[in-house]
């Protein structure tokens, strides 16, 4: 699933022939934020009432790697200008009522590169109608009476804060000596200084701690 707001979210009004979007209310705060990495290429409000984009308020427009095209509308402010990059959760701008709007919401749309535009639930991986969701939450370092867990992780390298973990098939970080495909890898036993247990040691030709 991927999310515009953080934790909760209801989707008000779903995707059809006469609502080229989802009108989603975050839940549990306004900010607004990327479902995806990609490039802003619009920021901005348009008040001439001759354009049709004044219905869409402040919004902001942000093309994915393949030109895929995702518009946030009716924000009450803009955090984001045309041509930043953003990453996956990253805020956009905090929800709000402007242009056509009745009623704080983000109207969600989707288009392809030609501008068709597609069913933004199905880019969510949401039904498309009226529903509350929660947004999965990031997984958490939790200590067991046999190691160290990170989240479901099992029989999986893992980088967590740039150090890198192998979890076994209990699911549990592997501390000491652990040999993978011939080669040896060292995690630590115990946490030291800045080191945490079971955390892969970076080593030199040697054995040495880098
Ligand atoms: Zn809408």
Not at 1 to 23: A, N, S
Not at 105 to 119: A, P, Q
Not at 162 to 186: E, H, M, S
């Amino acid at each position: 699933m991927k999310t515009i707001f953080r934790e909760k979210f209801k989707v008000t009004q779903g995707y059809g022939p006469v609502h080229g979007g989802l009108d989603i209310v975050g839940l549990c705060g306004t900010d607004i934020i990327s479902p995806i990495d990609g490039v802003v290429k619009s920021s901005a409000i348009i008040t001439d009432k001759n354009n049709l984009t004044w219905e869409w308020g402040n919004y902001v427009r942000v093309d994915d790697g393949e030109g895929m095209r995702y518009f946030f509308c009716h924000m009450s402010s803009r955090s984001v200008k045309a041509g930043d990059k953003v990453k996956t959760g990253d805020k956009l701008g905090v929800m709000g009522n402007t242009g056509l709007s009745y009623g704080a919401h983000c109207h969600f749309e989707v288009r392809t590169g030609g501008n068709i535009r597609v069913n933004p639930a199905k880019i969510l991986g949401i039904p498309n109608g009226c529903g509350t969701y929660t947004v999965e939450s990031a997984p958490k370092w939790e200590k067991t009476s046999e190691g160290w867990r990170y989240g479901s992780l099992k029989n999986a390298w893992k980088q967590i804060n740039g150090r890198w973990y192998w979890f076994d098939g209990r699911g549990i970080a592997v501390t000491g000596p652990l040999v993978v495909n011939g080669k040896t890898f060292w995690f630590a036993s115990k946490p030291f200084h800045e080191v945490k247990e079971c955390q892969l040691l970076m080593t030199d030709e040697s054995g040495a701690l880098r």
